[in-house]
């Protein structure tokens, strides 16, 4: 059976859903990573603390090369540190120049040989002071105490060691590094909160698209196969949800066509009710006769015997009809396609209905090429559907009317076309023609023999030579056509399925 590519009839997504979520996911991220840092440089609180620092770096910059200014200058001076007077003398302008800054001059023991009138020194112990310097130095933090920073330089004067200290200006933090810390937090968490609404703000769309796929998926399971789901862009979420309607538009097909079969299967009752009760009823009627001896002679026996012989050797054809049309409709019917010349096969089945034609005074065209028109089919079977046309011609033609037989050829097809003179046909009971046990009112009505199920059979048998058969009619003449192709393609059959 000829499958249909599903893939390439709904079409592939053009838009990979994992890297349009894996964009959402970065972009997000880099959001959030920007908020955070833009939090850090706008905060006042963290704008105080780096201009605090550069203020106290520019002042303890200074300090640093006063320090080793007025070293070099009381070396240079090569006085001792017992000369307190001309220390003195020399720190005396400097530290009036800076009151906000502390000036100290101690020997190697300690001892306090000089410090500055405002008392901004706080500790004379060297060993303390210089203990904290070494502290400072080693985890890079030159201010040492937390309100004020001290700095100290050896001095070497005649021999003997001495210490120089400036202390400078005190420094009050800002806020504690436990405040510090709990605002970056609050940055982190910030950051974090703008990456979830982001990346739920952005992602929204697509959950409430397989919320939509959701509640469609529960429609259709509650057997609700006229909805669809809409498909809204190129992406796996629209290839699914193109796939589901086209599924369920299948569901729905196979439920309008179990409903069909079903409706069939009810009319195949009625019309075998119909066709094979007259009959048996005929048949009942004679044999009762014939069992209670009501016939008057022996020539009266033989009129029921042989009147009961033909309604049973009808009844008989209708059965092996219904039969034959149960094996077409399988599955697996057995096809013997050979080439075989069909002008030659009709002008023989032509030839055996002349006679019938003649006796009904009926005038028969036939055009059909004198040149064989070789065709693979099953023979046997193709038979049954040209003899099936031709007898309906003769059964349904007006008395003295006309029959044409045609047969032609294009590049890629055969057409046979059978046509004659009958009552006309409306359009509603053409479409009907070729139903299992369809026969117009007119049919059922008269005396011509039919059991509605010849057309059936002659339908499946072209379908499944990959042809087609219809019928035209116009004034008060009707046209069968069967449309062959000249060559079967072996490898992709179709083999169409109509149930009972």
Same mark, same amino acid.
């Given at each position: ?41 706008? =905060? ?27 070293? &070099? ?43 500055? =009138? ?26 040492? =105490? ?60 697509? +959950? ?9 998926? =529960? ?88 009147? +009961? ?177 000249? &060559? ?13």
């Amino acid at each position: 059976m000829k499958t249909r590519n599903n893939a390439d009839k709904i079409g592939r997504p053009s838009v990979n859903l994992n890297t349009k979520l894996f964009l959402i996911f970065i972009i997000s991220l880099i959001v959030s990573i920007l908020s955070f840092f833009l939090f850090i440089f706008i =905060n006042p609180q963290f704008g105080d603390i780096r201009n605090q620092q550069i203020e106290q770096q520019k002042e303890e910059e200074t300090i640093r090369k006063l320090l080793v200014q007025l070293t &070099h200058s009381i070396e240079g001076k090569h006085m001792s540190l017992d000369d307190i007077d001309n220390i003195a003398s020399t720190l005396n302008p400097i530290t009036d120049a800076h009151p906000n800054l502390g000036f100290l001059v101690a020997n190697a023991k300690g001892d306090v040989l000089f410090h500055s =009138n405002n008392k901004k020194i706080k500790s004379t112990n060297i060993k303390y002071l210089l203990k904290q310097k070494l502290t400072a130095e080693s985890t890079g933090n030159q201010s040492f =105490n937390t309100h004020y920073s001290s700095f100290i330089s050896l001095l070497s004067l005649q021999g003997d060691i001495g210490y120089l200290v400036i202390e400078g200006p005190s420094f009050d933090p800002i806020f504690s590094p436990n405040r510090y810390i709990y605002q970056v937090y609050m940055g982190l968490g910030g950051s974090v909160l703008i990456f979830f609404v982001l990346f739920l703000l952005w992602t929204r769309p697509i +959950t409430r698209y397989i919320k939509q796929i959701e509640e469609g998926i =529960n429609r259709i399971v509650n057997k609700d196969w006229t909805y669809s789901i809409p498909v809204k862009g190129k992406n796996e979420l629209s290839f699914l949800a193109k796939n589901i309607n086209w599924m369920t538009e299948q569901m729905r097909q196979r439920f309008e066509k179990e409903r069909e079969v079903e409706q069939a299967k009810n009319e195949l009752i009625t019309n075998l009710s119909h066709d094979l009760r007259t009959p048996l009823t005929s048949i009942i009627g004679y044999l009762t006769l014939l069992k209670d001896k009501q016939y008057k002679n022996s020539e009266e026996l033989e009129q029921y015997i042989q009147t +009961t012989y033909g309604i049973s050797f009808k009844l008989k054809n209708l059965l092996d009809e219904l039969f034959e049309y149960t094996k077409l409709s399988l599955p697996d019917v057995d096809m013997q396609f050979q080439e075989v010349d069909l002008s030659g096969v009709l002008y023989q089945l032509v030839g055996e209905y002349t006679p019938m034609f003649e006796n009904r005074g009926l005038s028969v065209k036939v055009e059909i090429p004198d040149e064989a028109v070789f065709i693979s089919i099953d023979i046997e079977k193709m038979i049954r559907v040209f003899d099936n046309l031709l007898s309906n011609a003769e059964k349904y033609s007006h008395e003295s009317g006309d029959i044409e037989i045609v047969l032609y050829t294009n590049e890629k097809q055969v057409i046979a076309r059978i046509s004659n003179t009958t009552d006309q046909i409306a359009s509603e009971e053409l479409s009907h023609l070729f139903d299992k046990f369809y026969r117009m009112d007119k049919a059922r009505s008269s005396k011509v023999v039919g059991s509605g199920i010849g057309l059936s059979i002659a339908k499946r048998i072209v379908e499944l030579h990959q042809g087609e058969i219809w019928a035209e009619s116009e004034q008060n003449k009707i046209t069968m056509y069967v449309v062959l192709p000249l &060559h079967q393609d072996t490898k992709e059959k179709e083999t169409i399925y109509e149930d009972l």
